[in-house]
């Protein structure tokens, strides 16, 4: 089953409104194994809105539109469809009906322009719509299927889920193709590389492998196709293929789906009773940031120094004169002792700090942008690992905040 | 000049990645006066990918693609660019080096599957791409103008800003009617409030006004269209409406356009000679790291503790164990010891803490989730304000670190 989803309205093609409700609906549509080929966005536009939901409708098998349901003159998506469809706009009492009480429950008379909006291509079913006054409709006509929704997400989300779902999943049926996905989640290795070791997997028969670039990790999306009658032999492959991938990868898989890193290392900390506190340079405080953005996480992160100056190396975190002095404050000997310095301070299991250059300015020849240090320290004594990140600024800073993470969750693994 | 944009990517028809790209690049034509007609997006798939970019170039002037340009085989952006305007691919040396370099800084071997990233339509004016391996491209042909630009908004943006921005003005000259936008940015005063309080500037004859609610704060956007030659009157109304919203809001007004309330702060504290500290809880390091996010922040921002662990507050801080016993750790009180704590243990002129439930749980009817004490402290003294916020944990944290740097801001304008 081919859709797309045509969405109508200025503010969209102006740049003011953000298209959400297209990639709701998308996500809504793959997850029913509804395949979504094209997303297309035009004005208020009659000409333009004709021409592309005409295109829709000969291409695909399910059109789903949203906005151009107000009451205005330039709002014309019902209109339109049942033109392309060549169907008779036919007057709704229900929704008329329903429309003036909307109005009643505001203490104001209903403008006649309203009235249009209880108008819609005849045989429609009809969508209610308690939130604003521009229900919307299915239609289907030789063998397509054409869904109007109203453009503000508040409104065309409920109905979605009310109204729409239901029929969609009643549509395509228990011998629809539906998608089994599965998301691996890896750091430490490129986009090329990733592709080297993975090599066959790519072209796998039985399921789609594909790599997505993240600011910081790499995400490979297995899908498996499968009615969901043999979701069973769907999900048996996608457990094969991790499996294998796992296999190429070892631990530089760090989680699937809805893991994150953080979440991964905080479940480590959880599980092993440890507790963890931080000392940031580079990453002024967005590594304290991520330990915290769970509910929970004061079970196992203590706190941490903010250390931007060489002053609170020195005072709050001991780290030595002589060590700034020689080494400077982005290298090994600072990370190791910064590392020290707050574990020593909170009485925390383990502690991990970061010191590098996170640029624009302040790189050199021996230093340049992008060098960072995490030192991690535990009772069994002190170790930093050098790292060299490129990009802007905010990348440096969130590349260091994972390395810093992964580090951690490194040294969980081998239950050190 | 009609324009539109053609974005690919599976992930984008799969829901896993919302589509920013296509709105910022509308925003940015929409500035320019460029009309943005159609938003197409379509699969890595080629004769659906062939078949869109035949039809844009067909019925536009302009068009702009985003994605495709990876290395792997399905990114085929510029080799279907190629086909549908009949031109041959040439590589261009400058670029296949500029790629090599790449690798060679991350001192890896460059796969050779990376080679194809430095093929280009015959004639193409090549846009370098710092920050990875995809340069973009300008080609104009038979009066018609393609710009491909790389998928990921961070690669994107700062090509479509330094290359072609200026390209794009010089096209559409002097006389194109071009949208002279300001935008005007307030904290501390919600949606419905700030429409009553802007009352009939929100309906102008010479300019529009449009509300934005960001997460925490509110966007004035005004717009005013001329000609370049009559930009001069257009600025002049922007300039008498900043200037009567300002009056009518006072300091609720933080900044405008390209300025952030932390970036004021900073450029404030640089002024007046001025360091600061931080002592944070419920935001876990985001403070600091908002302080953090601008180059030269060292200047002014010392660092902080997070005090995320009653111990460490009063390990680090200096937190009294009484008043952790009477108040509670969500207290005016151990706000302010916390403030007073960083800034003797720092010797910053300024220091800030934060301190609250950032929930969903911990929550009890003297103390909700979402109540935050901000401490503030200088050599004069120090005092606490009391927020009740509301959303979910990330909400609250974000609005906390905004009501902090609010408050620094509004001290430092009363030169405190």
Redesign the interface.
């Known amino acids: 089953m081919k859709a797309e989803i045509v969405s109508t309205g200025t503010e969209?093609?102006?740049?003011?409104t953000?298209?959400?409700s297209?990639?709701?609906?998308?996500?809504?549509?793959?997850?029913l194994g509804i395949?979504?080929?094209?997303?297309?966005?035009?004005?208020d536009?009659s000409q333009?809105l004709e021409q592309?939901l005409h295109k829709a409708i000969e291409r695909s098998d399910l059109l789903i539109t949203t906005g151009g349901l107000g009451p205005t003159a330039d709002d014309l998506t019902k209109e339109l469809v049942a033109k392309v469809l060549d169907l008779k706009m036919e007057k709704d009492s229900v929704s008329l009906e329903q429309i003036k009480q909307f109005f009643d429950r505001r203490k104001a008379p209903m403008p006649s322009s309203n009235e249009k909006q209880a108008f819609f291509p005849e045989g429609s079913k009809i969508l209610p719509n308690p939130i604003g006054t521009a229900p919307g409709a299915i239609i289907e006509k030789g063998g397509k299927t054409v869904i109007i929704l109203p453009g503000p997400p508040f409104e065309m989300e409920p109905m979605f889920n009310n109204y729409v779902w239901p029929e969609l999943a009643r549509i395509v049926g228990p011998n629809a193709v539906r998608m089994n996905?599965r998301v691996i989640k890896v750091f430490g290795i490129?986009?090329?590389?990733l592709?080297?070791v993975l090599d066959e997997l790519m072209n796998l028969p039985n399921l789609t492998l594909?790599?997505?670039?993240k600011?910081a990790e790499m995400h490979i999306?297995l899908v498996a196709r499968s009615t969901k009658i043999t979701s069973g032999e769907a999900l048996k492959a996608l457990d094969e293929v991790e499996e294998e991938i796992r296999r190429r990868l070892g631990n530089k898989v760090f989680g699937r789906d809805q893991e994150t890193m953080v979440g991964i290392v905080g479940q480590a900390l959880n599980s092993q009773n440890l507790t963890i506190?931080?000392a940031?340079s580079c990453?002024?405080?967005?590594?304290?940031?991520?330990?915290?953005?769970e509910?929970?996480?004061?079970r196992f992160?203590?706190?941490?120094?903010?250390?931007?100056?060489n002053?609170?190396k020195r005072?709050?975190l001991g780290v030595s004169e002589e060590s700034l002095k020689a080494f400077g404050a982005v290298s090994e000997e600072v990370a190791k002792e910064m590392a020290e310095g707050i574990r020593s301070?909170?009485?925390s299991n383990l502690a991990i700090s970061t010191t590098g250059i996170?640029?624009?300015?302040g790189g050199s020849d021996e230093k340049p942008v992008g060098l960072v240090y995490i030192g991690f320290a535990t009772s069994k004594g002190v170790h930093a690992q050098k790292f060299?990140f490129?990009?802007?600024?905010?990348?440096v800073?969130q590349l260091t905040v994972q390395a810093a993470l992964n580090e951690v969750r490194l040294r969980l693994l081998c239950k050190q």
């Open positions: 969209l093609l102006l740049g003011e953000l298209n959400t297209t990639h709701y609906l998308t996500g809504k549509l793959s997850s395949e979504v080929d094209y997303h297309t966005t035009v004005g536009n333009r592309v996905e490129g986009e090329s590389a592709e080297k594909a790599l997505l670039a600011r999306r506190s931080t940031e990453t002024g405080g967005l590594l304290g940031a991520a330990f915290t953005q509910p929970g996480s004061s992160y203590l706190g941490g120094v903010v250390s931007y100056s002053s609170l005072g709050i301070k909170t009485g996170a640029g624009p300015d060299q490129y990009g802007e600024r905010e990348s800073r």
